[in-house]
């Protein structure tokens, strides 16, 4: 099924809920399936998969092949079937039906065995039928108040023996599952057609309908056959406003959606279906809401069955309609625990392969892809051949992309047909055991991985109105889009998860925190990071849960309330599929020492991981963070005893991470801002080493640890480690010689009188801006130092950002402070620009007085395609390797950031590309780099590869990169040396020598590593020596 088989009706209410700056919308529309152009006589894509299938039919009737039996001569005696008095109430209440237990065995030992089948298009065959609006309304609905047309799921009662056969025609195709008529079954979208009272109806006589024919064609063939449940998406939308006017208003509800998929599921369940498969997914919020009602009932009245999620990638950009990546969405599902996951509807298979492939590289559950019969034509029709489409899914299951397939809109039987012989010859995919074994993952818009090589994570503080004076007044004077401002700078300064808390007397916290979020929701830069819901009341908590599409983090829970709230409130949030932070309270009150930290710690982490089934990945500890330096005795131990909680909780429960909130530790010397920032750095410093992962803190206030006065950095470290007993009062006394704020009273300038490279040194590891361009055109005018402009950013540029890059890896500076690094490095390559444009047409010039002609596009000394890689924004090392390469006459294709796989290699083979570069600075970059290297290597490509950023290294490159690609494979420590590497690669004389000197070292590279893991000799073969992939500095 896919979004086609909403009615015309729905798909123009759902475009009133979507912002007309969505011109995703569009092609919502455009990709009908089920039931295209259905007011008036089904004209489209319906007419026209008729007619192929009168005349398949005759054909395949002379074949003696599969024949579309679902005629409307064939049928009409059978529809009256299904009398009123024969189906159930419209009540709920019926006692559930027992399952097989073994089910999810069944499917999974199948799935492992060969690709299984989905059906086709529902809505397609229903279409072929050209039922007029009596048809729809058949006896029992003859006089209802509005039009039923187009309502595809009543056809379950007033045409079952239709619908009966339509399923019975895949089944005999070759399908081993078969989804329920009911994509808008949900009383929410039966409410256009004023028939919600009959959704539980629907549902279950929807699923006897299907289970008849499953069983019939099981008994049939002797081949296991399944009912696949369908929950649609509905035509609303919990992520998007449908007023561009009021973006945080919703005209549907979290509570109201469970609700409603509730009653749907149980009529599924009760009807006989086997799985149920929450599917179409353009809102990742809709589905969530979903999961939750499933998940729900099988903990209270319904054994558990498998479960499958499908969602829908608008367009080429590769994210839903909502916004989300397809890895992201992976994310914000998998807490289901889906036995099947993958994409349906929207596009056709050769437009969904890479978003299909990344959906394998995300997830250990099996991978299902039905797409359409292709893209629809200009009259909404699909044109794909049952015989087109079986080759390009043949495709996908040569290349282990897959687990089931099938189609969804344009689709018949006749193409499932080709599609399950074209796949039969090919093995399953292979899931993965575990993706990221021992990482948290969080998404807004996009991914968030924290693992164990992961630095430390920022969440901002500052949508706090407990913590920030400023967002407290705005939010409390009604001032919200104003507040808004406070998230989007503090996602600028570089927090990875923005925190957002409500909790104030005169504030309702709920309708805060939902208004707050759903705004929130609103703005792609601040909702591209995970949230934090952040609230002593849990009411508030879920409040914010019901309108978070991503996978959040909520701060907090805590054994105060006893083990019976503290398991309620975590059994809530894993449902919601939210990462949680514990703190380090119980019933008697909260931890001071270290060992009544670790005690509380250990045994929350007992009840979440035993009795709950908590993934461990997604346990956060706050060991409490205490003030210091109070004056009380017993206090002057309370950072000391955080650390030692942190080693001893990082070392027994496995799998935890270690957050705080950092304000507390300096709660003593508010209004001292350079006291209380100097405390933070200095206590981070330590903490971070002892295995803290996580603080609120406030991104890009934190000064290097380095650039703390000597005396204040002392007295720090003294209070800290409590190593003087007068450490309160020489801070106290220190406080006094700074001005009004905490702030110095003078600023120090005397660095200015240093030389111009240390000047432009000191303004890049400061992050200060204010300078810099005055400083690099100094730099420039030094002609005799600096003949070129490019020599500028060759040498004290580069050398500054060198410094930048030590302290990163020493835990010297933060992520924040490193993106204000780069922001001063950008503005002074900004400046230079103009005077390497002018430097390059005064060498066009020149050529032309020479007599040689250089074309605007002229590869000069070659084509580079370079980009930062999917999933990663950061582009300032990338940039400047741009500009470096840009001024030795090469042709520079820069890509930007965020780039899909196949973006890059597309773009490689249109520019005719001499050399392609990938660059990133976060960790989950390299597993990018990989997957681009092999997709090189299976497509065939001959061009060396060039890959950088902060977080890759040489024995990363030679052991985890270049293996996967059998053509030359660098690491360049850093854009200097870029222009030399890729001279050489461009000649052959020097290539070859370059080559044998790395594959010299790489090969050392591997076997020392291999040796430190005690890897045997026969292990190491595995690893033959290969040409080297290039990795820019990022």
Request: net charge negative.
């Amino acid at each position: 099924m896919g979004l086609g088989n909403l009615s015309t009706r729905q798909k123009v209410a759902l475009a009133m809920t979507v912002p007309t700056s969505f011109v995703l919308l569009y092609l919502l529309f455009r990709r009908r399936s089920q039931g295209a152009k259905q007011l008036g006589n089904v004209t489209g894509r319906g007419a026209e998969m008729n007619q192929i299938q009168n005349e398949d039919g005759q054909k395949l009737k002379n074949n003696g092949d599969v024949v579309n039996k679902s005629s409307p001569e064939d049928t009409e005696k059978h529809d009256a079937k299904c009398l009123p008095e024969q189906r159930v109430t419209e009540t709920v209440s019926q006692k559930p039906i027992q399952r097989k237990s073994d089910v999810a065995a069944e499917i999974k030992k199948t799935l492992k065995e060969r690709i299984m089948i989905m059906d086709g298009g529902m809505g397609t065959m229903i279409q072929g039928h050209k039922f007029d609006e009596a048809a729809f309304r058949g006896e029992e609905f003859k006089d209802h108040s509005k039009p039923l047309k187009g309502n595809n799921d009543l056809l379950s009662l007033t045409k079952p023996e239709t619908i009966y056969q339509i399923h019975k025609d895949y089944l005999e195709a070759g399908a081993d599952f078969v989804e329920t008529n009911t994509f808008s079954g949900t009383s929410i979208a039966q409410a256009d057609y004023a028939m919600e009272h009959l959704a539980y109806r629907l549902n279950k006589c929807s699923a006897e309908l299907a289970r008849r024919a499953v069983d019939d064609v099981t008994r049939e063939t002797g081949v296991k056959r399944y009912v696949a449940g369908a929950l649609g998406p509905t035509n609303r939308t919990l992520s998007i406003s449908p007023s561009v006017e009021q973006p945080e208003y919703r005209n549907i509800t979290f509570d109201e959606l469970v609700k409603a998929y509730q009653e749907q599921a149980r009529g599924l369940l009760d009807g006989g279906s086997d799985i149920l498969m929450v599917e179409t997914i353009f809102d990742t919020l809709n589905s969530k809401a979903a999961l939750y009602a499933i998940q729900e009932l099988f903990e209270t009245d319904y054994q558990e069955v498998p479960v499958f999620v499908s969602g829908t990638i608008v367009d080429k950009s590769g994210r839903t309609l909502s916004g989300q990546t397809g890895d992201a969405f992976v994310v914000s599902v998998s807490h289901a625990r889906p036995i099947c996951l993958g994409l349906n509807c929207a596009l056709g298979a050769t437009e969904m392969r890479p978003f299909i492939e990344n959906i394998g590289l995300n997830t250990s559950a099996y991978v299902l892809c039905y797409p359409n019969a292709g893209l629809p034509n200009t009259f909404g029709d699909y044109d794909e051949t049952p015989e087109m489409m079986a080759g390009h899914l043949s495709g996908f299951a040569r290349d282990g992309l897959v687990n089931i397939v099938g189609g969804c809109c344009g689709t018949t039987p006749t193409h499932i047909k080709a599609i399950a012989e074209a796949v039969r010859p090919f093995k399953p995919r292979i899931p993965p055991a575990d993706i990221h074994p021992e990482a948290m993952m969080l998404s807004g818009l996009e991914p968030m991985i924290v693992g164990k090589h992961t630095l430390f994570v920022n969440i901002g503080e500052r949508c706090n109105v407990a913590g920030s004076r400023k967002f407290a007044k705005l939010i409390t004077n009604g001032q919200y889009e104003e507040a808004l401002s406070i998230a989007k700078a503090q996602v600028e300064a570089g927090a990875q998860v923005l925190d957002i808390n409500m909790d104030e007397g005169m504030l309702d916290g709920v309708k805060a925190m939902t208004k707050f979020v759903n705004l929130v929701s609103s703005e792609p830069d601040i909702c591209k990071v995970p949230l934090c819901i952040d609230s002593s009341k849990f009411a508030v908590i879920e409040a914010g849960l019901k309108c978070t599409q991503g996978k959040c983090i909520v701060n907090s829970i805590s054994l105060k309330e006893g083990e019976e709230d503290f398991l309620k409130k975590a059994q809530t949030i894993k449902r919601h599929g939210a990462a949680v932070v514990v703190m380090a309270f119980d019933e008697t009150g909260q931890a001071t020492e270290s060992d009544r930290k670790v005690e509380i710690c250990t045994r929350s982490y007992n009840l979440l991981v035993h009795k709950v089934g908590f993934n461990p990945n997604d346990i956060i500890f706050d060991p409490n963070i205490l003030t210091i330096a109070t004056g009380m005795e017993e206090h002057n131990e309370y950072g000391i005893n955080f650390i030692e909680a942190t080693k001893m909780i990082k070392s027994t429960l496995p799998g935890a991470r270690i957050s705080g909130g950092l304000s507390n530790l300096s709660f003593s010397f508010r209004g001292k801002g350079v006291i209380r920032e100097a405390m933070h750095s200095v206590f981070l410093y330590h903490a971070i080493k002892a295995g803290m992962d996580m603080g609120i803190v406030n991104a890009g206030a934190l000064p290097l640890y380095d650039d703390i006065d000597p005396k204040l950095l002392r007295l720090c470290e003294d209070l800290l480690w409590n190593k003087d007993p007068e450490a309160t009062e020489k801070l106290l006394e220190f406080a006094e010689t700074v001005g009004k704020g905490g702030k110095k009273a003078t600023e120090d300038l005397s660095w200015r009188n240093e030389s111009v490279e240390s000047r432009l040194a000191h303004s890049l590891v400061k992050g200060i801006d204010k300078f810099v361009v005055e400083d690099t055109e100094e730099a420039r005018q030094n002609t005799d130092l600096y003949p070129r402009p490019l020599n500028v950013i060759e040498g004290p540029l580069m050398k500054g950002m060198s410094v930048v890059g030590d302290l990163f890896g020493a835990g010297k500076m933060f992520l924040p402070q490193v993106i204000k690094s780069a922001r001063v490095m950008k503005k002074a390559v900004g400046h230079l620009l103009p005077f390497l444009e002018k430097e390059k047409q005064e060498r066009r010039e020149q050529a032309l007085l020479d007599g040689i002609v250089l074309e605007e596009d002229d590869a000069g000394s070659g084509t580079v395609v370079i980009a930062t890689v999917k999933g990663d924004v950061h582009d300032i090392g990338k940039n400047i390797v741009a500009v470096v390469l840009g001024c030795n006459n090469y042709k520079v294709i820069d890509l930007g950031v965020m780039t899909p796989c196949d973006k890059i290699l597309q773009t490689a083979i249109e520019q005719k590309a001499d050399i392609v570069g990938l660059s990133g600075l976060i960790t989950p970059s390299l597993d990018e780099m990989i997957h681009v290297a092999k997709e090189m290597e299976r497509l065939g490509f001959k061009l060396p590869l060039l890959i950088g950023g902060a977080t890759t290294s040489k024995t990363h490159t030679a052991v985890k990169i270049a293996p996967c690609y059998s053509q030359p494979t660098i690491h360049v420590l850093d854009a200097s040396k870029s222009v030399v590497v890729c001279s050489s690669l461009m000649d052959e004389g020097q290539k070859e020598e370059l080559m044998e000197d790395i594959n010299e070292e790489y090969d050392e590279i591997r076997e020392e590593h291999y040796d430190s893991l005690k890897v045997c000799k026969h292990s190491l073969m595995v690893w033959e020596p290969m040409h080297p992939v290039f990795i820019f500095d990022g």
